[in-house]
């Protein structure tokens, strides 16, 4: 008489598979979201920066730009031969991007450890 293995991958269930990627997709998307917020939030101090030119007749002539490091980021207006730099600030962008790596990974490896049989059920069906 054959031995009934515990785990079958091919019978782990649509329930679980669905609540995993439902999961991931919800995670994401909070992710996402918050990533844009935060895109759109540089690009109007950018574009604020950049129309303050236009507020002061063209005698301003700066250029407003954005250097990044490592989760840190530097806004800088340049021009009429003077740079003005910010503090280096925190970077939500590349945190948020970090995070949506470390969380798909994590999930990913939930997943695959909940797919794989025990030690001790592969032990006890040997047997």
Excluded: H
Aim: glycine letters at 4%; hydrophobic letters at 45%; aromatic letters at 12%.
């Amino acid at each position: 008489m054959k031995s009934k293995s515990l785990f079958n991958p091919l019978k782990a269930g649509p329930l679980e598979m669905r609540k995993t990627v439902l999961e991931v997709l919800f995670a994401d998307l909070i992710i996402i979201v918050a990533e844009y917020l935060v895109i759109q939030d540089l690009q109007w101090r950018s574009n604020y920066a950049a129309a303050a030119v236009n507020r002061c007749s063209g005698i301003c002539s700066y250029s407003p730009s954005f250097s990044f490091g490592f989760l840190t980021r530097v806004f800088t207006m340049s021009g009429n031969s003077v740079q003005l730099s910010s503090p280096p600030t925190f970077d939500w962008v590349q945190a948020l991007a970090y995070a949506l790596v470390v969380l798909n990974g994590w999930l990913a490896y939930k997943w695959l450890k909940s797919r794989k049989p025990s030690r001790m059920v592969a032990a006890t069906t040997a047997g």
